[in-house]
């Protein structure tokens, strides 16, 4: 089989050297593979993406990246970051990081013009890319002025656009109403068909079983505590109850108590 695009052995990550967000990560990503990392807040999804992205490095083990040892340092070759930023793009789980131009236009631009995309090409893909995510009415609008949703659909546009063979995405439908969760979900499937990557960080529990081909589930102990197909893991009320992805309700009816799972609320209420 191919070297995978992405290989993680035996990595960890501190903060500040003493604020554990990763023990001991093992980790194989294909080409062309949906991966979704799954986890209750706090348990290093949002740490293990950013290593992912290049932006931080293991303390120890080791990353590889299209066959390359990601460390402190090999961003400095000019060739290799164009190279890696050009095949790596990374959504945000907080739009306004990414979007701080005067216009939307600008802010989608941005990236292409950054890494060497002439201008004429760029404006042609800008226009492909904003009637495929229905966003043309937000292109001349400042990011400021638009919704979350909206704010997170510029966001993926802005990261799309570079043309990246891995999409890699921070909680994508966070905070996003039913309808909206489901035209990102489109989005991220479409520029899957399309030969991408996807690596998603998410607790939402109902996008999972549409966005993956394996789950990767963290523990509050900052650890994969299972590697599972999305049907199967999601069948695994009690595993998902212990790594607190639903939780049980207790209420009382007739001064009868019983319980049920509740998972959080998200899209696709029609279980």
């Known amino acids: ?3 995978p695009i992405f290989s993680l ?3 960890y990550f501190s903060y500040l050297g003493k604020y554990p967000a990763l023990r001991g990560i093992d980790m194989d990503i294909r080409q062309g593979e949906k991966i979704t990392v799954l986890g209750a807040n706090g348990s290093g999804k949002s740490t293990l993406l950013h290593l992912l992205d290049g932006l931080i490095f293991p303390q120890q083990g080791a990353i590889r990246a299209f066959g390359v040892a990601l460390q402190e340092g090999v961003f400095n070759d000019a060739d290799f970051s164009r190279d890696f930023r050009k095949k790596v793009g990374l959504v945000f789980q907080n739009p306004d990081i990414q ?5 939307v236009e600008e802010d989608i631009c941005f990236g292409p013009l950054q890494l060497g995309v002439g201008e004429k090409e760029t404006a042609c893909r800008l226009e492909k890319i904003a009637d495929d995510l229905g966003i043309d009415d937000l292109l001349q609008r400042s990011p400021h002025q638009l919704s979350v949703g ?3 659909k510029v966001a993926i546009a802005s990261t799309l656009i570079i043309e990246p063979q ?5 909680e994508p439908t966070a905070g996003l109403d039913p309808k909206t969760s489901c035209a990102i979900v489109e989005i991220i499937l479409r ?7 996807i690596i998603t960080a998410t607790h939402d529990l109902h996008i999972v079983e549409e966005i993956s081909d394996r789950v990767y ?4 102990e900052k650890k994969i505590a299972r590697v599972e197909e999305p049907e199967r893991l ?4 009690r595993f998902l109850e212990e790594h607190n992805l639903i939780h049980t309700h207790a209420h009382c009816h007739q001064r009868q108590a019983h319980t049920h799972p509740h998972q959080h609320p998200g899209p696709d209420h029609h279980h």
């Open 1 to 3: 089989m191919d070297e």
């Open 9 to 11: 052995k035996d990595v």
């Open 99 to 103: 979007l701080f131009c005067p216009t």
């Open 150 to 152: 909206e704010k997170r």
């Open 166 to 170: 891995v999409l890699v995405l921070d």
């Open 191 to 197: 520029a899957n068909s399309a030969g991408r990557t």
């Open 217 to 220: 589930v963290l523990s509050r």
């Open 234 to 237: 999601l069948a695994d009320s």
